[in-house]
Nanobody, 127 residues
Framework: QVQLVESGGGLVQAGGSLRLSCVAS????????MGWFRQPPGKEREFVAA????????YYADWVNGRLTISRDNAKKTVYLLMNGLKPEDTAVYYC????????????????????WGQGTQVTVSR
């Protein structure tokens, strides 16, 4: 059974930081591109960041502006999202997602390119 379990969300003041983690099980994690998406209240799910299987390629949404960093530890089957300089508009449920096995360095920004999803972790940024 494939599972992606996010953690690390919570309530933080504007300007603060959080590190989200997503632990994978039941799949060959080390050969899959991974991504983070978010869904703000009342809005559609949107792309945040993606990383290739090796970590050699990373891609971010335009609005990230260097505030977020995606990384992975294949030995721990974990992908991370470090978020600095959080803003109230970053309030959302954050989801990690796993794409099909790919040995190239491609990364994906469309939700339909991912076939496994976690349940999400809530991030709330207060003013």
């Amino acid at each position: 059974q494939v599972q992606l379990v996010e953690s690390g969300g919570g309530l933080v003041q504007a300007g603060g930081s959080l590190r989200l983690s997503c632990v994978a099980s039941g799949l060959t994690f080390s050969t899959r591109p991974m991504g983070w998406f978010r869904q703000p209240p009342g809005k559609e799910r949107e792309f945040v960041a993606a990383i290739s299987w090796s970590g050699g390629s990373r891609y971010y949404a335009d609005w990230v502006n260097g505030r977020l960093t995606i990384s992975r530890d294949n030995a721990k089957k974990t992908v991370y999202l470090l978020m600095n300089g959080l803003k109230p508009e970053d309030t959302a449920v954050y989801y990690c997602a796993a794409a099909p096995v790919l040995y190239g360095e491609s990364v994906y920004e469309r939700a339909e390119q991912y076939n496994y999803w976690g349940q999400g972790t809530q991030v709330t940024v207060s003013r």
